[in-house]
């Protein structure tokens, strides 16, 4: 209830490894991905105590997930695919179009009415998609993270822009941010060495703060994810994958509760 003090809830679904878990305030209603365990790779829970575990269309790991209150509609992404479903999560349909390759970022803007996917390159595939509707999938090809090494890790709308980070020896952006969902503009490594695994905007403070390992792990931007600045160093010693307001946990393989409408 604060941060600080820590339940384990003995989740029993998803035992092979939780990626994601999503929050809804307005579906009451959690979401969470992971690797696929007895068939299934999506858990849904009302109190984040007790669990249901379905199976969705995406064959592998399911890496990211979110909402969007406006059409009423999860979307996640993972191994060659996406995926769609109504409350109460729990009948998933294949999305068309898009990434055949691993998608491992998604987010909604609920003010343009548009779904932003990130993943990896691999050869002649996006790095970026998008979709209005998380039904159909617009490829756009590579115009950020595109080193033959490069991928997207994670992507975030705040402020009236998206922030995507990304990583690979090959890319010349680990960030990058977008007005419109549709254009964008590489803004370097900033501090960081090897990659950045996961951003977020904070509402409290208006800022923008990424995350990833190396001996820089934690940076915030005041300036809308134009520059970024280290912050803090490393307090992370191995690795951060997420980031919330109110929710923060940082080990390996594992993220946290977050909510982006």
């Known amino acids: 209830a604060n941060g600080i003090t820590w339940i384990n809830t003995a989740i029993t679904v998803l035992t092979n490894g939780i990626y994601d878990v999503y ?40 890496y990211a997930v979110t909402f969007s209150i406006s059409q009423q509609r999860w979307v996640a992404v993972g191994a060659n695919s996406i995926a769609y479903a109504s409350f109460p999560a729990g009948t998933w349909t294949a999305a068309t179009g898009g990434s055949s390759v691993p998608n491992f970022g998604v987010c909604f803007s609920e003010p343009l009415g548009l779904y932003l996917a990130v993943g990896s390159r691999a050869t002649n595939f996006n ?25 997207g890790s994670s992507c975030e709308y705040g402020n009236g822009t ?40 904070g ?38 994958n997420e980031m919330a307001e109110y929710f923060t946990l940082s080990l390996a393989h594992t993220k946290s509760i977050h909510e982006r409408n």
Not at 183 to 189: A, I, M, Q
Not at 222 to 233: E, I, K, P, Q
């Open 23 to 62: 929050w809804s305030s307005n579906n009451l209603l959690f979401v969470a991905g992971g690797a696929i365990t007895g068939g299934r790779n999506i858990g849904v829970s009302i109190d984040g105590i007790h669990w249901v575990a379905v199976a969705s269309p995406i064959t592998g790991i399911v």
């Open 127 to 151: 790095t970026v998609v998008n979709s209005t509707n998380g039904l159909t999938w617009i490829g756009l090809g590579q115009p950020v993270f595109n080193g033959a090494t490069a991928q």
């Open 203 to 240: 509402d409290y403070l208006k800022r923008w703060y990424a995350a990833g390992e190396g001996t820089v792990n934690f940076a915030q931007s005041s300036d809308n994810g134009v520059t970024w600045a280290s912050f803090g160093g490393t307090p992370f010693t191995t690795r951060c």
């Open 162 to 201: 998206f922030v995507l980070s990304g990583s690979g020896a090959s890319t010349t952006d680990y960030l990058a941010t977008s007005t419109n969902g549709a254009t964008f503009v590489g803004r370097g490594k900033g501090p960081f060495t090897t990659g950045v695994n996961t951003v977020f905007y």
